[in-house]
């Protein structure tokens, strides 16, 4: 039996073309405040993994110095797109080395660009008790994306501790 309040003309259950752009309006603004979180929470991520990889390869660099009873060395990487000219510029990446040879034990490279900046411009030298540097060496990871304003920095402290923070000093 046909329904007596339906007319033949009107459309099948579903969608206005005028819901539709409300919702997709309704969508796009919600994109809009969501894009700038989610950009900001990546470049965090990539600040983050790039310190996280160098306190992992200090502490593998003093077991690895202690084990093998030689001074080794960190040192800069140099060959990728986004590094400065400037020799306190980490962004490439870093290498260990066996300081009497230059012998390569181990390379990290950085696969994103951000800036990454060591205070002095001499490689770091962990000796063969596993001891870091000086105090008051530090690195400073930033986001190349200024606007942004996402850095975290690595300071060595006495007894070779490292530790970590937001921002781009070592102040307590």
């Not at 700038?36 to 470049?43: G, I, K, M, V, Y």
């Not at 593998?60 to 797109?81: F, I, K, P, S």
Request: proline share 3%; glycine share 4%; aromatic share 6%.
């Amino acid at each position: 039996m046909p329904n007596p309040r339906r007319s033949e003309r009107s459309s099948p259950d579903g969608f206005t073309l005028v819901e539709l752009l409300v919702c997709l309006a309704v969508l796009a603004v919600t994109a809009s405040f969501a894009i700038p979180s989610w950009q900001r929470l990546q470049e965090r991520s990539r600040v983050e993994a790039a310190r996280d990889q160098l306190v992992n390869d200090l502490q593998t660099a003093r077991v690895r110095a202690m084990q093998q009873g030689e001074t080794l060395q960190l040192m800069r990487l140099g060959d990728c797109t986004w590094r400065a000219s400037s020799d306190k510029d980490w962004s490439c990446g870093w290498q260990l080395v066996i300081k009497a040879d230059q012998t390569v034990l181990q390379t990290s490279q950085l696969q994103t660009p951000l800036q990454v900046t060591f205070a002095k411009s001499d490689p770091l030298d962990i000796s063969q008790r596993g001891d870091l540097g000086t105090v008051g060496d530090r690195w400073v990871f930033k986001s190349r994306q200024a606007a942004l304003n996402i850095a975290n920095v690595l300071c060595l402290s006495s007894a070779s501790r490292l530790r970590w923070q937001s921002g781009e000093t070592c102040s307590s």
